[in-house]
């Protein structure tokens, strides 16, 4: 049977029999406002658009229609969940003549919580959230790692929706996720996709469905925001950092004359303020001599763990890049455990049980600047839905009236009303921040971190975003194979790869699938 005759979901519409109130959500949204009648590709189909658009609302009631839990996994997935929106009731849905294998629904925002379900699904009671995971669990992996094996997981002839699947991988990972999503496209899935990638975006032949005010529609790739803006981006970057800072960053001085002015700014921010090490909060951290290490065991067997040496802090913005497992989370939570923070997020009052930390932290010298921060946040992508939990639980507890929660926004605005609570003064680690944000939001992040900057405040972050890499001045340390090391922001594999690809993504959809982009 051909291929374009085995869609396991063909189309989803409104129920004209269901009385739907367009001023109230999720239907006062244009993209479902504007549904219509949405047709699905037999094999992949992407949902874009800026965040609050309508994708994960669009893609969660379409796995609630088919039977899998709004919060991700598979249909044997049974837990309490956040309560989801009225569309999947609305929703009327045309299914093709097969039923598929096997359905599965990754979705970024609460996978960390469905790999602590399936972690203990066999048992009685789910245990306390302390409880060690299983030497097989995903726990045990890096972020990116653990969502490349959730995909690797998948098996052909299935339906699969995927919620910003790419939230946690470089883009070497997110080139690697094409490449599976095309194996289980050649077996027969079919695969529905919400993302901020203009990588897996780039996959031949899919459909593309653009989310915004006007309501929803098809576009070409080349057409999308994600593409056109981050490939921009990435060609003129100094000149779009100089418009969205508001400032100029000398682009067209020769390499001398800018050595030169940055030493007299450099020299002019000493006189005003002390040295700039005097100004930050921590300005190192190093492996205790004293400390009882072995470094054939995790954490330290890590190369960017065991090679540590003294990390210096002697930027207002520090950077952690490299592929995923190479260290840089680890390093992330050892930071905030040392600097009084929780391992899974928040701030120094967030009290919860927790999944274990490495040890790391207690193996760490850290030195502390003269100056206190006046508040701390570890903002950590893979457990923020947790923590967002908790924030919402604990004012139900204390009697106090809670805000809106930030469960009613979609993943991203979630993201950035974090961002924007952060105030001045403050000591911040981010755990790829960029998760859930558009290139749009990134550079909105960009202008963010920026004003915290100039308000006196310290920021160490873990990233794959060649976008949020590219903020002036900073310092970024790569981790990889050969230990831990000072590069400059052309130099990292993310701009490097991501330009790449954007420039030449036809040649480069060749060779890593094998000439895909001809097939019909």
């Known amino acids: ?54 994708k994960s609302t669009l893609l969660e009631a379409i796995a609630v229609a088919m039977g899998l839990p ?25 299914k093709g003549f097969q039923q598929p294998r096997w359905s599965y629904f990754l979705r970024a925002e609460s996978a960390f919580d469905v790999i602590s379900y399936m972690d203990h699904i ?4 789910q245990p306390p959230a302390d409880t060690p995971p299983p030497e097989d669990s995903l726990h045990r992996r890096s972020h990116g790692q653990a969502f490349l094996q959730l995909l690797m997981d998948l098996k052909g002839d299935g339906f699969y929706l995927l919620d ?31 993302t901020h990638s203009p990588i897996l975006l780039a996959y031949p032949d899919a459909l593309i469905y653009r989310c915004d005010e006007s309501g929803i529609a098809p576009c070409a790739y080349d057409d999308t925001e994600h593409y056109a803006v981050t490939r921009d981006f990435l060609r003129h970057h100094r000149r779009r950092l ?15 004359a800018m050595a030169a002015l940055a030493a007299l700014e450099q020299l002019g921010r000493e006189l005003q303020g002390g040295p700039p090490s005097s100004r930050l909060f921590l300005r190192s951290i190093a492996l205790d001599p004293a400390a009882r290490i072995d470094f054939d065991r995790y954490p330290f067997a890590i190369p960017a763990v065991r090679s540590l040496g003294v990390l210096k802090f002697d930027s207002p913005v520090t950077f952690l890049v490299g592929e995923n497992g190479a260290g840089k ?19 120094q009052n967030a009290s919860r049980l927790q999944q274990a930390p490495s040890i790391l932290h207690s193996a760490l010298q850290i030195d502390r600047g003269h100056r206190r921060p006046g508040w701390s946040y570890f903002l950590r992508a893979e457990t923020a839905f947790d923590l967002i939990s908790y924030d919402d639980n604990t004012f139900i507890e204390s009697g106090w009236t809670p805000p809106p929660s930030l469960h009613t926004r979609s ?28 290139p749009n939001r990134q550079l909105a992040a960009l202008a963010i971190i920026d004003d915290l900057v100039q308000a006196g405040s310290q920021l160490i972050i873990a990233t794959h975003s060649p976008i949020l890499l590219a903020y002036p001045g900073a310092k970024i340390w790569v981790c990889d194979a050969s230990g831990i090391s000072v590069t400059a922001y052309e130099d990292t594999e993310h701009v ?8 030449h993504y036809p040649r480069r959809l060749e060779q890593l699938l094998g000439g895909a982009e001809d097939t019909e």
């Open 1 to 54: 049977m051909a291929l374009s005759s085995r869609p396991f979901l063909r189309e989803i519409s409104l129920r004209p029999d269901v009385p739907i109130d367009f001023t109230n959500y999720p239907f006062n949204i244009p993209a479902i406002r504007e549904l219509g009648a949405l047709q699905f590709h037999p094999r992949v189909t992407f949902l874009v658009g800026e965040n609050g658009a309508g």
């Open 70 to 94: 709004a919060e991700g996994g598979s249909r044997n997935v049974n837990r309490p969940q956040q309560p989801v929106s009225a569309l999947a009731d609305a929703l009327r849905l045309i």
């Open 122 to 125: 066999g048992a009685p009671v």
């Open 164 to 194: 910003e699947p790419e939230a946690a991988l470089s883009p070497n990972r997110q080139l690697a996720a094409l490449d599976l999503i095309d194996q289980l496209v050649k077996s027969g899935a079919q695969l529905i996709i919400a």
């Open 242 to 256: 100089s418009q969205l800072l508001e400032r100029p960053l000398d682009t067209h001085r020769p390499d001398g």
């Open 329 to 347: 989370s680890t390093l992330l939570e050892a930071i905030a455990l040392a600097m009084g923070l929780p391992a899974e997020g928040g701030s």
């Open 411 to 438: 993943h991203g605005e979630g993201f950035m009303n974090l961002l924007q609570r952060l105030s001045k003064n403050g000591f911040y680690l981010l755990d790829e921040p960029e998760a859930a944000l558009s």
């Open 496 to 503: 490097a790869v991501t330009r790449d690809f954007l420039n």
